[in-house]
């Protein structure tokens, strides 16, 4: 049996550094930050794509690892219901290889359009005493708008609200260095070998690009009312849909509810993964999750239908201690 931190990964320990940090720095806590500028919030964020970037590495391929990089910033600024306006990327390497660097931020640009941002600028550091021959690191940021009185924030969600769940693409860029851990260094698996199960090699799944979602969630918000947003990432469903809860309630997963991709399955049976280690780390087939009222949860279903988008009703809201109980 593998868990994520023998694989390397300490998220508890991630979480005492974001309490930490809370205590001496205002505006953060939401999958964004939040700056007042009028009648607006600018929300920013910041992330990476961890280590998904040595599946990259293994295989030369550089072309799509910076729409996740776009993918896991302004995911983090939508679920607050603000719009992105501009993105900026950081690329740390051990030297400049001019023909990678260009795929990278082709990739980034291709997110960006997919976003509906702009990509404002960069910056690209060699650091030959850093990083390895032929490695890398990426790191984005993004700054987003809202009307104050726009938030969404999970505040008026209530017992009796619908929990959806919209498809992911894959793995997106969370979980991957218990994924290698399982497939690679214990499995022994071939990245460019065909696999039934994944009906494609193992190495084009993992690098399957993070879906965007903001355009779809943008357009959703106009149409509906949204009461919490959630972008699964680290920490998975029950970390990621507790910080849209308000205090004396709970969210109820139904695990039969959805579809889960062959790629989880894979990894859990491999590697013998216990299923609160599955669903505490990977999206396991859920990329955004959002909170609407009970009424308003077949509207919202068959419009996502229209838009030829994969969702299912996964849960409801009850009462409780703020936590997400999976059944």
């Keep these: ?50 280590t998904k970037l040595k599946i990259a590495f293994l295989l030369n391929r550089h072309d799509t690892i910076g729409i996740d990089l776009v993918a896991m910033n302004v995911n983090d600024v939508v679920v607050s219901g603000a719009k992105p306006m ?19 931020i082709r990739g980034v640009v291709a997110g960006c359009k997919m976003a509906d941002c702009e990509l404002l600028g960069g910056e690209t550091a060699e650091l030959s005493d850093m990083y390895k021959p032929d490695e890398y690191d990426l790191a984005g940021f993004v700054c987003g708008v809202i009307d104050k009185k726009k938030v969404i924030n999970g505040s008026k969600v209530k017992v009796g609200d619908k929990i959806i769940g919209i498809a992911s693409s894959g793995l997106h860029s969370n979980g991957y260095t218990l ?31 993070t879906k965007i979602y903001v355009k779809l969630m943008l357009d959703l918000v106009k149409k509906f009312e949204i009461k919490g947003m959630a972008h699964i990432t680290g920490g998975g ?91």
Excluded at 17 to 46: E, T
Excluded at 190 to 208: F, H, I, V
């Design 86 to 104: 501009f993105f900026l990327d950081y690329v740390g390497c051990h030297k400049v290889h001019p023909p990678t660097i260009e795929k990278i």
């Design 1 to 50: 049996m593998i868990t994520y931190k023998q694989a390397g990964v300490d998220i508890k320990a991630g979480a005492e550094v974001v309490k930490r940090i809370q205590k001496i720095a205002k505006g953060i806590g939401f999958f964004a930050g939040f700056y007042p500028l009028g009648s607006n919030y600018i929300v920013g964020a910041a992330d990476g794509v961890g």
């Design 179 to 209: 994924a290698r851990k399982v497939l690679l260094d214990h499995a022994k698996m071939d990245l460019k070998a065909y696999n039934e199960d994944l009906d494609k090699s193992l190495g084009e799944e993992l690098l399957t690009p």
């Design 237 to 327: 469903l029950l970390e990621n849909v507790a910080r849209v809860l308000p205090p004396k309630t709970q969210a109820v997963i139904d695990l039969g509810s959805w579809t889960v991709l062959p790629i989880f399955k894979l990894i859990q049976k491999l590697g013998k993964v216990e299923q609160k280690e599955m669903y505490q780390t990977f999206n396991m087939g859920i990329g955004m999750v959002m909170v609407v009222s009970a009424k308003n949860v077949e509207k919202v279903m068959k419009y996502l239908a229209k838009q030829k988008e994969k969702a299912f009703i996964i849960g409801a809201i009850d009462k409780g201690k703020q936590e997400v109980i999976i059944i």
